[in-house]
């Protein structure tokens, strides 16, 4: 019996199942309810080991580990590699049979399905992403208060050391002083989840040989160590430290037809978060191995790019630290 294609247009609530043969011939097209038992129904009318493919997308994570299980060969869709063109009609029973066809022609951008104990780490970093990103905020909005009141204080001073006693002392009338000892007491709510997720991250990485290796790189500690860890996953998956920067979104744009050749600023295609980490880790302090970088590109190009083209370089280092363990040039320099 030949093996059959399964192409699903995964959703919330409800998802459509295109199911084909070999040569591409649609067998069946079926909207199902968004659940477990509904998906294993579905997909084993395709047989024994069916090739599965899903758009990385809407929650992907039970559906992937259901095909799994049941036995399904399964293929996810990297949604920023796809091409949906220019259809003058968009649906989902389409999306799903251009997702068939990808996978059947081996024309499909594929994303690592990373396994669950990635998936739970990287939860945990993201959470403390979010939560820092809405402290921010709620600091944004302390100042913004204390403005209208004629309250002026740097934010250095605002979140430092004597920063309760000025917020105490500060004359406000009661509505303003309502909302900033509301805004306290949920920016004492969020640092106390945010201690509590950096000892959780710190256990979790305890025993992990390259996220010690990382650290040994200047401006990696372990905020930003774990960030790498979580969301770069199986680094082996990369061929090199230059696919890994790639992947990252640091490596420039680049359009080329016939004699024309254009090249832009980076793509930002790829993980946010370690991205941001690289550049963190810059700005913080600068490893022997990046500094000379980092200056001769700044007295040419400026601080911006300099800081951009030192982040790639350190994600060369964070390549071969995860990889192997260790960070042989910087052993060498030490």
């Not at 832009?264 to 000379?292: H, Y």
Request: overall charge positive; some cysteine; hydrophobic content about 45%.
């Amino acid at each position: 019996m030949e093996r059959q294609y399964v192409a699903i247009d995964l959703h919330k609530r409800r998802s459509v199942i295109v199911r084909a043969d070999e040569a591409g011939e649609v067998l069946e097209t079926r909207r199902i309810e968004s659940t477990p038992f509904a998906l294993s129904e579905a997909v084993a009318a395709a047989g024994p080991n069916p090739r599965v493919v899903l758009e990385a997308t809407c929650g992907w994570y039970w559906a992937v580990d259901q095909l799994l299980a049941d036995g399904a060969e399964v293929h996810l869709a990297n949604p920023m590699g796809l091409n949906w063109g220019h259809r003058r009609v968009k649906s989902d029973e389409r999306d799903a049979e251009d997702l068939l066809d990808m996978l059947r022609l081996n024309r499909l951008a594929e994303a690592w399905i990373a396994p669950p104990a990635v998936r739970e780490l990287r939860e945990l970093v993201r959470y403390r992403a979010k939560l820092v990103s809405v402290r921010g905020g709620l600091k944004a909005q302390v100042q913004s208060v204390l403005t209208k009141e004629g309250v002026l204080a740097g934010r250095y001073l605002l979140w430092g050391a004597k920063g309760g006693a000025l917020l105490d002392g500060a004359e406000l009338a009661p509505a303003f002083r309502r909302r900033i000892e509301s805004l306290r007491g949920l920016i004492e709510a969020i640092d106390a989840e945010v201690v509590a997720l950096n000892a959780e991250i710190a256990d979790w990485l305890a025993d992990d040989v390259g996220y010690r290796a990382i650290m040994a790189i200047k401006g990696v500690g372990p905020v930003l160590g774990g960030v790498f860890v979580a969301e770069i996953g199986d680094v082996s998956r990369f061929p090199g430290p230059d696919h890994l920067a790639s992947w990252a979104g640091l490596t420039p744009r680049h359009h080329e037809s016939d004699t024309t050749v254009r090249r832009g600023g980076i793509t930002k295609q790829g993980s946010r978060l370690v991205r941001w980490a690289a550049v963190e880790a810059i700005s913080r302090a600068r490893d022997t191995t990046v500094a000379p970088l980092y200056a001769r590109v700044a007295a040419r190009r400026g601080v911006n790019v300099a800081r951009v083209a030192a982040a790639r370089k350190l994600l060369h280092l964070v390549y071969y630290g995860l990889r192997d363990g260790e960070i042989r040039c910087l052993a060498k320099a030490g």
